[in-house]
């Protein structure tokens, strides 16, 4: 028979956890579920989309050259626009007050005036300002380039340089956030050991912050992915001008929006597994 104190000291049976069930999220979702379905279900018997025609533009070669056009001047304008995020932010935390002043305007316009009117601007008001561009071989009369504005800032030179730039604002600032985010210490150990400032940001600072903007800068890329729609507004034939065009013709409005929306979340997947890569190659630590 167990004793008071052996009974005392035996184990207790495990409880079972009961979770509370949040029935108002439940509730909520519930009713964006069937908001879902109401909507599709409007769509499907009105008939707004011809599956057949749907299938037919998808894998037209004008869009695939359209959704091709609108990878290639997304990801350039992202390359350019991290080069010179990096050179604006670098400006700023520089500790000159001229530099980062200058830097600091730089990020306000950008970010403070549409991406659209900036696109605008510069394919129209560039070729005003600048009737004939030359660039003249350093000590000599011989010209590398001569040639009018207009025929060097087509759509693409113009949507490229309008999309770097107004990127560049918002890189800039994640880039700087970055640099921030690194501990001070190791910089001033580095500077202990005989690097130079140069060297701190190029071998210590720059390489730890690319890291920690890795997710905000792959945020980045999606966005300048559907941004390149913005350049049909100078007529560039990215993807979403070539639908236009098409629809404007045949009159299958849904059809091509909807065919062009797929290629932009095909996209946005595409850039979605570059990040989802380099974030698993380069781990935090």
């Not at 979770?19 to 979702?29: D, Q, S």
């Not at 018997?45 to 290639?72: H, K, M, T, W």
């Not at 935390?93 to 009117?117: E, K, Q, W």
Request: charged content about 10%; aromatic content about 8%.
């Amino acid at each position: 028979m167990m004793t008071a104190a052996q009974s005392h000291l035996a184990p207790e049976p495990a409880q079972e956890v009961v979770h509370r069930r949040n029935w108002g999220a439940w509730l909520l979702g519930f009713l964006c579920l069937g908001l879902v379905l109401a909507i599709l279900r409007a769509g499907i018997e009105a008939r707004i989309l011809d599956p057949g025609l749907f299938v037919q533009y998808l894998f037209s070669r004008q869009i695939l050259i359209g959704a091709r056009n609108a990878l290639v001047l997304g990801s350039l304008a992202m390359v350019l626009a991290c080069g010179v995020g990096l050179v604006v932010a670098l400006m700023r935390v520089s500790g000159n007050p001229i530099m980062a002043s200058l830097a600091a305007i730089y990020v306000y316009f950008f970010r403070g005036t549409p991406m659209l009117i900036q696109l605008l601007f510069w394919f129209n008001a560039v070729p005003i300002m600048f009737g004939e561009i030359r660039i003249p071989l350093p000590f000599t009369d011989v010209l590398l380039l001569q040639a009018q504005t207009t025929q060097l800032v087509t759509p693409f030179v113009a949507a490229l340089i309008g999309l770097s730039l107004a990127e560049a604002g918002y890189m800039s600032e994640i880039i700087r956030t970055g640099i921030q985010a690194v501990d001070q210490g190791q910089q001033a150990a580095a500077r202990a050991l005989g690097m130079t400032r140069a060297q701190v940001m190029r071998r210590v600072v720059i390489p730890q912050a690319a890291r920690i903007i890795l997710p905000a800068g792959g945020n980045q890329y999606i966005m300048m992915l559907k941004s390149t729609s913005l350049a049909s507004a100078i007529g560039y034939l990215e993807l979403l001008r070539i639908a236009t065009d098409i629809y404007s013709s045949n009159f299958l409005v849904v059809e091509l929006l909807t065919v062009a929306a797929v290629w932009y979340l095909v996209m946005t997947a595409f850039a979605t597994g570059i990040q989802t890569v380099l974030e698993k190659t380069f781990p935090l630590r």
